[in-house]
């Protein structure tokens, strides 16, 4: 098992490099901090979940989180940079959107939660106007932010500060010698701190031990999060012999494979994402084995590489499948030259996080009450008892309903 800071590596020759990186982040910073770069915070509920080290720190799963928890209350918009996308200026994304015109992650969340807006700028401040003010949108209730720690033009009324559990930040340095974006003096405009990907077994004292080294200020709350998984479902479930649709197009009958149909599988777990150790590692003690084919994160699938996924599955001995990631997925979806063999055992594992220490109520209430106290929707209910409600399946998928929209 992999313990904190473990995935950190530091090169002690760059560190003059830092320094002067570290110099140009502090005086930018520090310009905000007096007033002469303007931060601009905006009546309607803003909600940032961003982190200052390059590489994930599980952005995706927690925005996803707090859609779960928000949308079937009020109108949730995500606002995304839409990092390696081909479109520029504003997107707001609809059933004609490719994944090129909004970026893998932006992609994946319109697919999997169409109640919600999923829109892509570049310049936070104009999307979150045209959210406000475009027809399409502006019954928004509230913005998640996604990716935004950094982009100090928004002030909002919530921001998430993630911290990987295997690069913490307390043991890093600046960039180029080490991953972080800025110094680690930054935790302090967190209103929470989430420490991620942590194992299930950490130890009570162990919780101890990183709430002292993290220091925060005492109206910081500190969480931590581990990552689930669920069944994974085909990407291309038409391939697969006995596929069915209802008259409404809806698939019949469920292809998913369970934990101990999982067990006698070889794995090509197939990744394009910054973190994916963890995920190897999590996935090992279910399947027969695994087999690692990983990519750059957002990496973009040439035909070589196309060419080498289906050469790598190929050469696994049988019974087989490919599991890959929902980012991935996002990516493969259109590729071609993708084999009938590989088409028809493509899985894509679901991930979600879960709260421990039983955090996940306090968590929810944090968000739910700033939600109701600032959103410009006059029909919010002021059940002040509304807001105390426990996610039952613990994912924010089916807390109780709060009565945000007079329907």
Not at 262 to 278: D, E, F, R, W, Y
Not at 310 to 318: I, V
């Given at each position: ?15 003059p ?18 007033g002469?770069?303007?931060?601009r ?17 599980g952005k ?18 995500v ?22 015109d909004?970026?893998?992650?932006p ?13 892509v ?6 999307g ?21 720690y950094?982009?100090?033009y ?36 967190a ?56 008259p ?31 995920m ?26 196309i060419?080498r ?8 001995p ?24 590989v ?20 968590f929810?209430?944090?968000?739910l ?31 109780r ?7």
């Amino acid at each position: 098992m992999r313990r904190e800071g473990d995935l950190i590596k530091i090169n002690e020759w760059l560190l003059p490099l830092s320094w002067i990186y570290g110099s140009v982040t502090s005086l930018r910073n520090r310009l905000f901090d007096i007033g002469i770069l303007k931060s601009r915070a905006y009546k309607i509920p803003v909600i940032a979940v961003g982190n200052i080290t390059v590489g994930g720190t599980g952005k995706t799963p927690h925005v996803e989180y707090l859609i779960r928890l928000l949308q079937d209350k009020i109108k949730v918009a995500v606002l995304s940079r839409g990092y390696k996308r081909k479109s520029k200026g504003y997107v707001l994304a609809d059933s004609d959107t490719q994944m090129s015109d909004i970026g893998d992650e932006p992609y994946q969340m319109m697919l999997k939660y169409p109640k919600a807006y999923i829109a892509v700028d570049k310049n936070r401040r104009r999307g979150i106007e045209r959210l406000k003010s475009d027809e399409a949108s502006n019954d928004t209730d509230v913005i998640l932010l996604d990716d935004a720690y950094q982009h100090r033009y928004v002030k909002p009324g919530i921001n998430i500060l993630l911290v990987d559990y295997h690069r913490l930040i307390i043991y890093d340095k600046l960039l180029p010698a080490g991953r972080l974006r800025e110094s680690m003096k930054g935790k302090q405009r967190a209103d929470m701190v989430i420490i991620t990907k942590c194992p299930r077994d950490l130890k009570p004292m162990e919780y101890r031990v990183l709430t002292k080294a993290l220091e925060l200020f005492p109206y910081q709350g500190l969480y931590f999060t581990t990552l689930e998984y669920d069944d994974p479902t085909p990407l291309f479930p038409k391939e697969i012999d006995g596929y069915t649709e209802t008259p409404n197009g809806e698939l019949n009958f469920q292809f998913s494979i369970r934990d101990s149909e999982l067990k006698s599988q070889n794995v090509l777990l197939l990744t394009g994402i910054a973190s994916p150790q963890q995920m190897e590692e999590d996935l090992q003690p279910k399947c027969k084995a695994i087999t690692p084919l990983t990519f750059g994160d957002h990496h973009a699938f040439k035909s070589k590489d196309i060419r080498r996924i289906n050469e790598a599955f190929e050469s696994l001995p049988k019974p087989r499948i490919i599991l890959t990631t929902e980012k991935d997925a996002a990516r493969l979806r259109h590729a071609d030259g993708l084999s009938d063999d590989v088409r028809r055992n493509l899985y894509v594992q679901p991930v979600r996080i879960s709260f421990m220490l039983e955090q996940e109520e306090s968590f929810n209430t944090k968000i739910l009450s700033y939600v109701q106290k600032n959103s410009r929707n006059s029909i919010l209910a002021k059940d002040k008892d509304a807001v105390k409600t426990k996610d039952s399946n613990h994912s924010g998928e089916r807390s109780r309903r709060i009565s945000f929209r007079d329907n």
